[in-house]
């Protein structure tokens, strides 16, 4: 039996867990402690609560060119990318402007960010997903897994006496309680945003989730959305290859999905070949084909999955 080593500890406002597989007892802690090391290293560079990081920086000095680092400059960069690829509907900052808001300039080895006046910038959870990407590469394990509060989780090897990790999918409905299931992932980067106590039926409360285009509540029949990344190139994106980049794609596109709604979000998903889930306001279960055959769900649920392509 493949030996496994659990940790956790506190970081990014929630708390990381961290799996292991297959290193001696010595070498699991030395892998956790790599893994601590790059989520806190993240945090502090992204984190908007530190006055000292470089979007605290940014937000407290808008209007001037301030020296950041690579890990700004690189959720930055996709950061970008993705509110283009889908029209707004993820976007990571606020205020006036269009794409000059944040400008970066590479000066040799060092970076450079400008924030545009009246804008503020705050990358949440798409540094969850790229700080998680980068400690499960940094554990050099047969098997990681490294999941920040439970809805950025990112995986990699072989688990614990299984063929596949087991990846719980919350229910954001009061009906249901407990997780609907699991999702059974090899590989990838995993993202859930949503909302909790939903009430089969009713609308999804206003104010829960803001559409970034318009600034107010957003119309959507979404009350969560999951999107599985597995590191390869997809659609009309760029290669998703670059460390941190699978994490990015799975928080950036759940967070626009669950904006846009099933529908327009299924139509975002389309094109981009994205893996995904939607959990609507009516308590349907719809996934993408490929995801589908792959989901394990509690007594009494399985009548509510079924897969939609567009």
Request: glycine residues 10%.
């Amino acid at each position: 039996m493949t030996s496994a080593r659990w940790s956790q500890f506190a970081a990014m406002g929630t708390t990381a867990h961290v799996c292991v597989v297959g290193l001696p007892d010595g070498a699991a802690a030395e892998a956790a402690s790599a893994v601590q090391a790059v989520v806190l290293e993240v945090e502090a560079a992204l984190s908007r609560f530190r006055a000292d990081s470089d979007v605290g920086r940014l937000n407290a000095f808008p209007g001037e060119w301030l020296p950041v680092g690579p890990h700004l400059a690189a959720v930055a960069e996709v950061s970008a990318r993705y509110r283009a690829l889908t029209g707004g509907a993820f976007d990571t900052i606020t205020g006036p402007g269009g794409e000059d808001r944040l400008a970066l300039r590479c000066r040799g080895e060092a970076w450079e960010a400008r924030l545009a006046p009246g804008c503020r910038v705050d990358y949440g959870a798409i540094a969850k997903g790229y700080a998680a990407d980068l400690a499960r590469d940094a554990a050099r394990a047969l098997g990681a897994l490294v999941s920040l509060g439970t809805s950025s989780i990112t995986m990699t090897g072989t688990p614990p006496e299984r063929d596949a990790w087991r990846v719980a999918i919350g229910s954001p409905w009061a009906e249901v309680t407990e997780s609907l299931g699991y999702l059974e992932v090899e590989r990838g980067s995993f993202s859930l945003s949503g909302m909790r106590g939903h009430r089969l039926g009713q609308p999804v409360r206003p104010g829960h989730v803001r559409d970034p285009r318009t600034g107010q509540p957003a119309r959507t029949d979404a009350c969560a959305v999951a999107i599985l990344s597995d590191g390869a190139s997809r659609g009309d994106e760029a290669p998703v290859d670059r460390p941190g980049e699978a994490g990015m794609r799975s928080e950036a596109l759940s967070t626009a999905c669950l904006v846009l709604g099933v529908d327009a979000g299924l139509d975002l998903c389309h094109p981009l070949r994205a893996s995904a889930i939607f959990l609507t306001a009516s308590g349907e279960i719809r996934a993408t084909p490929d995801l589908a055959p792959r989901v394990s769900l509690r007594a009494g649920l399985q009548p509510r999955l079924r897969a939609t392509a567009r």
